[in-house]
C-alpha cells in the first residue's frame, strides 16, 4: 500500500532551517505514476493549508506568504525521496507538516496522505 512517510521534524529556534523529508514507501513499477507531491501544515486550531509543490515535471509552486524561505526539492540520491527545506522558521510555522502524494494511473488520480511530522519553532 502506498503510504507517504515524513521524517525530520523537531524542536527549531526562530531564524533557524530545519529540512522536512517525505519518502513514498510502497511504490512499486506496477504503481501508479507519480503525479506531484505536496507539503500541507495544520497548526492548532486552523485549517490544514498548502505549502509546496513539486510535480512529476520538476514544476514548483509554493503559498505566496513562504516562498521566500521555504524549498522543496527531490534528493540528489532518491528522487522519489522530497524534501522540504526550511528556512528562518518563525513561531507561525509551528505546525504539523504532511506530505501528500497524487498519484495517476489511467486517467484516476489518488492522492495518499502521511501521518505528519511536528515541527515546533521556540526559543
Known amino acids: 500500500q502506498v503510504r507517504p512517510v515524513e521524517s525530520g521534524g523537531g524542536l527549531v529556534q526562530p531564524g533557524g532551517s530545519l529540512i522536512l523529508s517525505c519518502v513514498p514507501s510502497?511504490?512499486?513499477?506496477?504503481?501508479?505514476?507519480?503525479?506531484?507531491v505536496n507539503w500541507y501544515r495544520q497548526s492548532p486550531g486552523k485549517e490544514r493549508e498548502f505549502v509546496a509543490t513539486?510535480?512529476?515535471?520538476?514544476?514548483?509552486?509554493f503559498e505566496s506568504s513562504l516562498e521566500h524561505k521555504f524549498t522543496i526539492a527531490r534528493d540528489s540520491v532518491d528522487r522519489n525521496t522530497v524534501h522540504l527545506l526550511m528556512g528562518h522558521v518563525q513561531p507561525e510555522d509551528t505546525a504539523v507538516y504532511y506530505c501528500?502524494?497524487?498519484?495517476?494511473?489511467?486517467?484516476?488520480?489518488?492522492?495518499?496522505w502521511g501521518q505528519g511530522t511536528q515541527v515546533t519553532v521556540c526559543s
Open positions: 501528500n502524494l497524487v498519484l495517476q494511473r489511467d486517467g484516476q488520480y489518488t492522492k495518499y
Open positions: 510502497g511504490i512499486t513499477s506496477q504503481s501508479a505514476s507519480t503525479v506531484a
Open positions: 513539486l510535480t512529476s515535471a520538476d514544476r514548483t509552486n
